[in-house]
């Protein structure tokens, strides 16, 4: 009989999560299609001219693909991880005050270490700080909306911020975005930048976005919530929201622009 690779378990789903290959040299993990969703959603209105018409073509890595960048705790401000205090110019920001924390791993549940996750938001009214952002909601003074980390020895990151708020969107009649966190994650190679969005537990919005009813498999959505985790809340001050970014294996977490891994 030949002797079967051990199960391991995802720390976060407990669950056995099976043993997959090593990487091999010069390349990236094949991308897994049925969890994504469709390119041309009719739902999802802007995805009906931004999908292509064209069967998609597989290039060969080269070196510029699978090398760099290379990041360091000296690239970091002290106030990177802090979007409360990061843009503050006369007082905190309103709204809800929230820690983000997780681990980046690998498909066998071990830290990536040194991995630059950055994230970026709306404020508690559900404006970003952006230019082409007309939404009603007022402009926070005191809230940037955008932050930075880097993953300790055991993948682990944390940052403070504002919860952000839920905000209309001119998809069809009253389509609403639930409230989310973008997060950026760079890995050993340009083409590893991964980008994906983070929601919260409990929000009435998630079931009904147009954008989140693309994704097929519920798993891979059920993925993308961030549960309450008040053993890390701070008492009189912030509640904790925990989320893990698994990176490849059946259990990965859903990335938009998914260009490497599965």
Request: charged share 25%.
């Given at each position: 009989m030949n002797a079967q690779a051990p199960a391991l378990r995802d720390p976060r789903l407990n669950r056995p999560e099976p043993l997959t290959p090593p990487l091999g040299d010069g390349g990236f993990f094949q991308r897994d299609r049925s969890i994504h969703p469709p390119a041309h959603a009719?739902?999802?209105?802007?995805?009906?001219?931004?999908?292509?018409?064209?069967?998609?073509?597989?290039?060969?890595?080269?070196?510029?693909?699978?090398?760099?960048?290379?990041?360091?705790?000296?690239?970091?401000?002290?106030?990177?991880?802090?979007?409360?205090?990061?843009?503050?110019?006369?007082?905190?920001?309103?709204?809800?005050?929230?820690?983000?924390?997780?681990?980046?791993?690998?498909?066998?549940?071990?830290?990536?270490p040194n991995t630059l996750v950055e994230f970026w938001q709306a404020n508690a009214g559900g404006r970003y700080r952006h230019k082409k952002d007309t939404y009603l909601a007022p402009i926070d003074p005191n809230f940037g909306g955008c932050g930075r980390a880097l993953t300790d020895d055991t993948g682990y990151y944390n940052f403070r911020t504002v919860k952000p708020g839920p905000y209309p969107w001119r998809n069809y009649v009253n389509s609403w975005r639930p409230a989310h966190i973008h997060f950026s994650v760079f890995g050993s190679g340009f083409a590893q930048r991964l980008?994906?969005?983070?929601?919260?537990?409990?929000?009435?919005?998630?079931?009904?976005?147009?954008?989140?009813?693309?994704?097929?498999?519920?798993?891979?959505?059920?993925?993308?919530?961030?549960?309450?985790?008040?053993?890390?809340?701070?008492?009189?001050?912030?509640?904790?929201y925990r989320f893990d970014i698994v990176l490849r294996g059946q259990r990965s977490t859903y990335f938009e622009n998914r260009t490497a891994g599965n």
């Open positions: 009719p739902g999802y209105k802007s995805s009906v001219l931004r999908s292509p018409r064209q069967a998609l073509l597989s290039l060969e890595n080269s070196i510029s693909e699978i090398t760099g960048p290379v990041f360091g705790h000296n690239d970091l401000g002290p106030l990177d991880n802090d979007l409360i205090r990061n843009y503050a110019k006369d007082g905190d920001p309103i709204g809800e005050r929230i820690v983000v924390h997780g681990r980046v791993v690998d498909e066998t549940g071990r830290g990536v980008i994906t969005q983070m929601y919260f537990e409990g929000d009435p919005l998630i079931p009904i976005c147009p954008i989140l009813t693309t994704i097929p498999d519920k798993d891979a959505l059920d993925r993308l919530v961030a549960p309450l985790d008040l053993n890390a809340s701070t008492p009189f001050d912030s509640l904790a």
